[in-house]
Every structure is written in structure tokens, then in C-alpha cells.
């Protein structure tokens, strides 16, 4: 009787065998789980900004150059979005409203490229531009170019939040 209870309470020894497996078990996690988040990160987001940082590059002087003299005009876009529609209050420097010939907003998401797309906006009576279709919940980033004949009078990148309702988040 002794004997049974002496080697029920005994441990079993731990062998080099059990420490091979621990390691092989450990290692084995830790490398697939590795080869999970690397595909996920190759195949969800390149994270390519520009095709060609160095082009890109020897165009920067020039376009800041534009840049400013686009924002000395003084015009100023509040943009509006709601359950169905995007909506943009486009307005001069006196706060008057504002006409353009086109009216276009480049909308992606900081990160990806499966939502992004470009809504060309409509003028109503009351100086309003609208463009229909509803944005998902989440961040995005809103690039605006008003242009009036062959002239760009706007463009500037605005970054918002959409509730799920559909509202801005101020």
C-alpha cells in the first residue's frame, strides 16, 4: 500500500525528451504566429505613399509653391456628411459663398485602398455642393480641388472622422 501511494505522489522525471518537446512547442508558436502577422502585413497595405519617392521629391519646391498661392486666395471649404451624402459649404474670404466650375474631393482611408474613391460634387440653390453616397465609420482623408475654368482656386487635404450615424465627429 505504501508503495502505490509513493508512486501515485511521486513525480514522473523530466527528461531531456520533455525539454525537446517544451522548446519545439514554444519555438513552433511563436514562428507561426510570426508567419500569420507578416502575410497580413504584406497583403493588406503596401504601404507605398508615392510610386516614386525621388520624383516626388523634385517636384516638392514646386508644389509648395502652389500650395501658397492657392491659400493666398482665401477660399475655404467646411465639409458636412451625413447618412446618404457627402456635403461642402465652399466659400470665399469674406465668407460669401463661393462657385466653382468643378468641385471634386479625392476620399481614401489612411490606411488602405479598398474604400478609397473620388466624389465629384453637385451646386445647389443654396451655394452648397453635394455629392451622394455615404462614407463607413472610421477616419478618412478628404483631398479637395476647386477649380474654376483651367485654374485650380482649392485644394487642401482634410482629415475627419465619421461616426456610425453617418456624422462628423468634431
Known amino acids: 500500500m505504501r508503495q502505490m501511494i509513493r ?3 511521486q513525480p514522473k522525471e523530466f527528461t531531456g525528451k520533455h525539454m525537446l518537446g517544451t522548446m519545439v512547442v514554444f519555438f513552433g508558436v511563436i514562428i507561426t504566429v510570426n508567419l500569420i502577422m507578416a502575410r497580413f502585413a504584406v497583403t ?3 504601404g507605398l505613399v508615392v510610386p516614386n519617392t525621388y520624383i516626388a521629391s523634385q517636384q516638392f519646391n514646386s508644389k509648395a509653391a502652389e500650395s501658397r498661392a492657392i491659400a493666398a486666395l482665401g ?3 467646411d465639409l ?6 457627402v456635403s461642402i459649404l465652399f466659400t470665399d474670404a469674406d465668407g460669401d459663398a463661393a462657385f466653382a466650375d468643378s468641385l471634386v474631393a479625392q476620399l481614401r482611408r489612411p490606411v488602405g485602398e479598398d474604400q478609397d474613391r473620388d466624389m465629384i460634387f453637385t451646386r445647389y440653390p443654396d451655394g452648397s455642393y453635394r455629392a451622394p453616397g455615404a462614407l463607413r465609420e472610421g ?3 478628404a483631398t479637395v480641388t476647386a477649380t ?3 485654374q485650380t482656386i482649392y485644394k487642401r487635404g482634410h482629415r475627419f472622422h465619421v461616426r456610425s450615424d453617418g456624422s462628423l465627429r468634431r
Open 7 to 9: 508512486a501515485i505522489i
Open 44 to 46: 493588406t497595405w503596401s
Open 75 to 77: 477660399y475655404r471649404v
Open 80 to 85: 458636412e456628411t451625413s447618412a446618404d451624402a
Open 139 to 141: 477616419e478618412w482623408i
Open 148 to 150: 474654376r475654368g483651367d
